[in-house]
T-cell receptor, first 114, second 110 residues
């Protein structure tokens, strides 16, 4: 199992550009999450999904969109990149709804918006 | 809203014990977690404790929970250089999502 994989590892965007951060998990997990981690801060939840076709907003959803057409993939879309979106983005997955279940994290995507 | 607070930095000597502290505000927290983040990597779950427990031990790790004071701590015995990382406290409360603290950077000195 590869676990949770994310691409790209690092990207520089100009203000106003768009991009999609990819996230894939091969553990057949229902729950998937996108977080951002700003320097010296904890993780903030952007969006999450409880299964294919179902997504919901987290704490900081503005400026982002997601889709979940398959169980494996949960891409995060930035339509008009802004400097405030400079951050490290982590995707995570979990098998079920129980809080006892472990969330598995990907290695992260570092995004710099100039 | 829910809040989780941690001190930002901790330095210890190799072989000593490390104690990382965390406070939280959500009284409905059900599970509390400790995650470890090594440089350039994602978060790795170290351990968790259910809110009706006051202690959990797992090899070199001891988690203490004081639910009355909403205080959680992680003790690492015989700290090694490989333990140098950022440690995040997190809780699942009324929002049923993980709320993270800002992380404690643990530096282990030789």
């Amino acid at each position: 199992n590869a676990g949770v994989t994310q691409t790209p590892k690092f990207r520089i965007l100009k203000i106003g550009q768009s991009m999609t951060l990819q996230c894939t998990q091969d553990m057949n997990h229902n729950y998937m999450y996108w977080y951002r981690q700003d320097p010296g801060m904890g993780l903030k939840l952007i969006y999450y999904s409880v299964g294919a076709g179902i997504t919901d907003k987290g704490e900081v959803p503005n400026g982002y969109n997601v889709s979940r057409s398959t169980t494996e993939d949960f891409p995060l879309r930035l339509e008009l990149a802004a400097p405030s979106q400079t951050s490290v983005y982590f995707c995570a997955s979990r098998r079920g709804r129980s809080s006892r279940e472990t969330q598995y994290f990907g290695p992260g995507t570092r995004l710099l918006v100039l | 809203g829910e809040d989780v607070e941690q001190s930002l930095f901790l330095s210890v000597r190799e072989g000593d014990s490390s104690v990382i502290n965390c406070t939280y505000t959500d009284s409905s927290s059900t599970y509390l977690y400790w995650y470890k983040q090594e440089p350039g990597a994602g978060l790795q779950l170290l351990t968790y404790i259910f809110s009706n427990m006051d202690m959990k031990q797992d090899q070199r790790l001891t988690v203490l929970l004081n639910k009355k004071d909403k205080h959680l701590s992680l003790r690492i015995a015989d700290t090694q250089t490989g333990d140098s990382a950022i440690y995040f406290c997190a809780e699942t409360g009324s929002a049923r999502q993980l709320t993270f603290g800002s992380g404690t950077q643990l530096t282990v000195l030789p």
